[in-house]
């Protein structure tokens, strides 16, 4: 059984115009996950359908939450969930991070909405946040019951654990970087115990880069600063980007037949990523909406930025 709170302890205000309720499903390894569903009120009949992960490192009691219920608020049954191994979610050793099993997750989280009474199973769509933006892409590249995929300011992890941010490590770099974790997997193994990377540093450097800025503005500050969140405090275990480093997510996604939207912030030092992302996917149906002036952590909150009317209208129209 989950350990699963009955408060209300998200980073953002409760709507008055859906239902809010825990829900539990389980993924292929076996792992049971944690969800928040969202459901309109005053609605009837079988609904459109999306889930709900992200960022990196978060839980669903801050942005995915902020997304679901927002999207729930226009008309969609919404599900924020809490990948494997953290937050309210099960799965051991805590605070692993997998390209597999987080892509798994996403998977799991369709199959849990198709068999809702009150879901269109033809209606489903995903939403990734950050690094869980990757994670969407690679999710709809494998499963054909996803019928329209948003990525919002995403992360590629693989991409940036592997070459580290603007592709700035070469292979002698990879190479001891692969050694520094191979030593700590024996450290571990010996201790019994998992060494944490740590989550946004704090307190923060007055030369730290602007990005790190960005991320400690939320995380770290009363605007998204949650105790069960890992950037919130002390991160993956160190080990985790292993698993990152030669197993590259986006590998299929120029197989992508379904409805993508990418979204990203003009001004993000991650936009890269959503633009290189963006030229390996074919189809009239896929789009990239850069959002003039906004940074990496505008699409995490600032309802004023994130374009919920465009999504609203992108999911609608891939359903149809």
Known sequence: MLNMTDQWDKVFPKSDKVEHRKVTFHNRYGITLAADMYTPKNTEGKLPAIAVCGPFGA??????????????????????????????????????????????????????????????????????????????????????????????????????????YFDSMDSDARYEQRKALNAQRTAD????????????????????????????????TDRGYHKRSLNSNDGWNTTSALSFMNMPILCYSDEIRSAVLIVHGEKAHSCYFSKDAFKKLKGSNKELYIIPNAVHTDLYDKTDIIPFDKMTDFFMNSFK
Do not use: H
């Not at 990948?83 to 099960?90: C, I, K, Q």
């Not at 798994?104 to 989280?109: G, K, L, S, V």
């Open 59 to 164: 839980v669903k009691e801050q942005s995915s939450g902020l997304y679901a219920q927002t999207m729930a608020e226009r008309g969609f049954i919404t599900i924020a969930f809490d990948p494997s191994f953290t937050g309210e979610s099960g799965g051991e050793p805590r605070y692993v991070a997998s390209p597999d099993i987080n892509t798994e997750d996403f998977c799991a989280a369709v199959d849990f909405l198709s068999v809702q009474e009150n879901v269109d199973s033809e209606k489903i769509g995903i939403i990734g946040i950050c690094g869980w933006g990757g994670m969407a892409l690679n999710a709809a590249a494998i499963d054909t019951r996803i019928k329209a995929t948003v990525a919002s300011t995403m992360y590629d992890m693989c991409r940036v654990n592997a070459c580290g």
């Open 189 to 220: 193994y010996k201790n019994g115990t998992y060494q944490r990377a740590g989550g946004v540093v704090d307190p923060l450097p007055d030369d730290a880069p602007f990005f790190v800025k960005d991320y400690y503005d939320y995380y770290k």
